[in-house]
């Protein structure tokens, strides 16, 4: 018997117009389609017509959703998954799914669309040759600490998906492990209340004092400077005339010396306190 295809499909971030063609004829001609909140994905269904089974695939059913989508897949039905928003996958469920159809033989084809994370690095203006995913951050602040000690060093843009009411203990503490680089704040990408910020980590921070900040976000973090391209030996002189020529502080001379450079400002901490020993 001939097996069903399974598509992986993205549906649009906010803005509804950014449902490709594609997906709605798809849509229309699938037997199944399985959606991560099949009251949230009626709504979208309904605004462009469909009216198709549905059934639910989310994380906490995903085992055994994903067995009767692949029995479903292999008695010839085709299916779409979608998720909430964006591309299945991408910090969203599907991943077992695909990886249990391509081992049963079945074709998985993408129907590319709407992704919250590439949006956003398409008009971050910051470099985007070769950047690095990690999705949400660990929800405790202990844990979000360490892994961002453990991205500090990252040589490829750094792009992170964050809730509203944790953006601002994720961005002190991105300035205060990363120092003071470039970043974005892209929120509510696609939707009425669409807004950019970019800058400095602390002038993104000065930005949002004060605000009730709500919405989906995005943040994009610059890597950190190459200290080699600038030189360690100028981070190395520099702290040296300021610490032991002019007596400042370590804070004072890790300051004046990140800000001068542009070197990341726990790199020239750690030489300071090296130097200092
Ligand atoms: N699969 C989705 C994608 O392709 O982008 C991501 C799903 S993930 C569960 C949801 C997160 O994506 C949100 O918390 C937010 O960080 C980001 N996101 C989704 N829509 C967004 C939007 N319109 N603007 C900014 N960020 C968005």
Known sequence: MKTGTLYIMATPIGNLEDMTF???????????????DTRHS??????????KPLTSYFDHNKNIKGSIILDKLKEGLSVALISDAGTPCISDPGYQLVRDAVANGILVVPVPGACAAIAALSVSGLPTDSFVFEGFLPNRQGKRREKLAVLKEEKRLLVLYEAPTRLMATLLDIREIFGDRDMVVAREISKIYEELLRGRVAEVLHALQGRQVKGEIVLLIAPAKEVAAIGEDVVTELLQRYLFTE????????????????????TVYDEALRLKR
Do not use: C, M, N, Y
Request: aromatic letters at 2%; charged letters at 35%.
């Open 22 to 36: 594609r997906a709605v004829r798809i849509l229309r001609e699938v037997d199944l389609i399985a959606a991560e």
């Open 42 to 51: 009626r709504k979208l269904l309904t605004h462009f017509g469909i009216s």
């Open 247 to 266: 007596g400042d502080s370590v804070k004072d001379a890790v300051r004046k010396v990140a800000l001068e450079t542009g070197a990341p400002k726990g």
